[in-house]
């Protein structure tokens, strides 16, 4: 092989490695928090909440009210995490919605009258 091809590929193989090294340098967090929900219209409209740039992946367990979230904090802040499903109409360890959110809900979904919570 000549000179030039041996630099082109060398050169292409070095491109290669540096976007790998950066794409694996992305840092996610995974985090769990208690949100208010009682039903599987609740976790549904919870999860599907979580569904923006940022966030990688978001299970809601309505057994324990807790949302399990990884996400990537150069993207999304856990603070707009939690005004998001604020946004959603439900309450967080960290945010409460507020009552014109809340009405927002489906009827089913109105966890504040439920004594559980």
């Known amino acids: 092989m000549n000179i030039k091809i ?3 590929i060398l050169t292409i193989a070095l491109a290669l490695c ?3 090294s950066f794409s694996q340098t992305q840092k ?3 985090t769990t928090f208690w949100v208010a929900g009682i039903c599987g ?3 549904e409209t919870i999860e599907k909440a979580m569904d ?3 966030i990688v992946v978001a299970d ?3 057994e324990t009210n807790k949302l399990t979230l990884t996400y990537k904090p150069d ?3 856990i603070g707009k995490i939690h005004a998001l499903l604020n946004d959603a109409g439900y309450d967080t360890e960290k945010s409460i919605c507020t009552p014109e959110q809340y009405s927002n809900v489906h009827d089913c979904c109105k966890y504040r009258e439920d004594a559980k919570h």
Do not use: A, D
């Open 6 to 8: 041996k630099t082109t």
């Open 18 to 20: 540096s976007i790998v």
């Open 28 to 30: 996610t967090i995974t």
């Open 41 to 43: 219209m609740c976790e």
């Open 52 to 54: 923006t740039k940022g």
């Open 60 to 62: 809601y367990s309505l």
């Open 75 to 77: 993207k999304i802040s």
